[in-house]
């Protein structure tokens, strides 16, 4: 959840950096990343090549109100 809550609130360019691992909360950068493949098997984010995105846009909104 934390490293969902960061992606929303941050972006998902540089998800090994500093300011990210910082908002999500995570001790080691390669966790963020383990995280995130988990979360495209199951297709609540994908990899574009240059940026993790949301499958689904309204999930990011909702993450943001919440």
Do not use: C, Y
């Not at 540089?14 to 988990?38: D, I």
């Amino acid at each position: 959840m934390r490293v969902l809550h960061a992606l929303a609130r941050v972006g998902g360019k540089t998800v090994t950096g500093k300011q990210f691992v910082r908002e999500a909360a995570v001790s080691n950068p390669s966790a963020v990343t383990v995280a995130l493949r988990r979360m495209e098997d199951a297709k609540i984010v994908w990899h574009d090549g240059h940026a993790w995105r949301f499958t689904n846009p309204f999930l990011r909104a909702w993450l943001l109100s919440h």
